[in-house]
T-cell receptor, first 111, second 117 residues
Framework: DGGITQSPKYLFRKEGQNVTLSCEQN?????MYWYRQDPGQGLRLIYY???????QKGDIAEGYSVSREKKESFPLTVTSAQKNPTAFYLC??????????FGDGTRLSIL | GQQLNQSPQSMFIQEGEDVSMNCTSS?????WLWYKQDPGEGPVLLIA?????ELTSNGRLTAQFGITRKDSFLNISASIPSDVGIYFC?????????????????FGKGTLLTVNP
């Protein structure tokens, strides 16, 4: 089946630790996106990539980093600089003006 | 940046009732999208609207792209328990930049729908 796979489903971070969230898509989409979702909030854009080896900051990029070395993969690293990382993280992909498709998310919590 | 005002924030209805929710924006969009999110899962696309004034149905769901391009509504008729979830609107404005076209979405804060059997 074509789709977007996010892993792990649940992730715990210790203080001062970097963690990486995985996002893989087999839809052959050029663009990929990372969003953060907090309770009662809409989705806020962290980073996006329109093509391999290129990415741009979204609205809340501070404390996060990404890479796009392959078309199908767009990992997100939550660094120790992100002081409030507890949230639900969603990855999406899209092609041109077509609607974005979402993965099932990773819930990150602080130990 | 652009902001979307989505209302209501939450709704509690009886099974069988109709539901209406809407989104308004201070600026125009080229595309309006409506997504539904179940707990612990990612949003799933319900309806996509591409033209001002467009009215589109998907089963019991009907959505419209406002004629001013600054608003959209979603109606659910004859609600059932599985309609429970969070409904998000999203607007897309095509932007050109040095890296090509930009299809970023702006999301509303969602409408939490509860359906009592």
């Amino acid at each position: 089946d074509g789709g977007i796979t996010q892993s792990p489903k649940y992730l715990f971070r210790k203080e001062g630790q970097n963690v990486t969230l995985s996002c893989e898509q087999n839809l052959n989409h050029d663009a990929m996106y990372w969003y953060r979702q907090d309770p009662g909030q809409g989705l806020r854009l962290i980073y996006y990539s329109q093509i391999v080896n290129d990415f741009q900051k979204g609205d809340i990029a501070e404390g996060y980093s990404v890479s796009r070395e392959k078309k199908e993969s767009f990992p997100l690293t939550v660094t120790s600089a992100q002081k409030n990382p507890t949230a639900f993280y969603l990855c999406a992909s899209g092609q041109g003006y077509q609607p974005q498709h979402f993965g099932d998310g990773t819930r990150l919590s602080i130990l | 940046g652009q902001q979307l005002n989505q209302s209501p924030q939450s709704m509690f209805i009886q099974e069988g009732e109709d539901v209406s929710m809407n989104c308004t924006s201070s600026s125009i969009f080229n595309t309006w999208l409506w997504y539904k999110q179940d707990p612990g899962e990612g949003p799933v696309l319900l309806i996509a609207l591409y033209k001002a004034g467009e009215l589109t149905s998907n089963g019991r769901l009907t959505a419209q792209f406002g004629i001013t391009r600054k608003d959209s509504f979603l109606n659910i008729s004859a609600s059932i328990p599985s309609d429970v979830g969070i409904y998000f609107c999203a607007g897309q404005l095509l932007r050109g930049n040095s890296g090509g076209s930009n299809y970023k979405l702006t999301f509303g804060k969602g409408t939490l729908l509860t359906v009592n059997p």
